[in-house]
């Protein structure tokens, strides 16, 4: 007999059995940040339609990082933060401000 003893496992397909408990849910308020009860949520939103704006137009020049830190006078790591929705060290004014130079 083989050292290896075969097991039965069973596999559940579709909707797993529902527990007693019912979840709600909840329609979202249009800022996911409050939803989530985070402080400061209001700049949090704010911070994350610029950065996408943002974005959109850096990919819209084909930028590299290195050429958007150079383009808007970003330090490298700045410029990655950015770039990867990392935004506590911006402020809102900050991304107004690279977002108008990049419109320019």
Known sequence: MDKMKSRKTTKT???????SKRETIEPSSGNVF??????????LLAKAELAIKIARLVDRKGWTETEIARGLD???ASASD?????????S?????????????
Do not use: M, V, W
């Open 13 to 19: 397909r579709g909707l797993e059995k529902s527990s």
């Open 34 to 43: 409050a939803d989530l009860g985070l402080p400061d949520a209001e700049e």
């Open 74 to 76: 970003l330090d490298p």
């Open 82 to 90: 950015l770039l990867r929705g990392r935004l506590s060290g911006f």
């Open 92 to 104: 809102i004014d900050q991304l107004q401000a690279i977002l108008t130079n990049l419109k320019a």
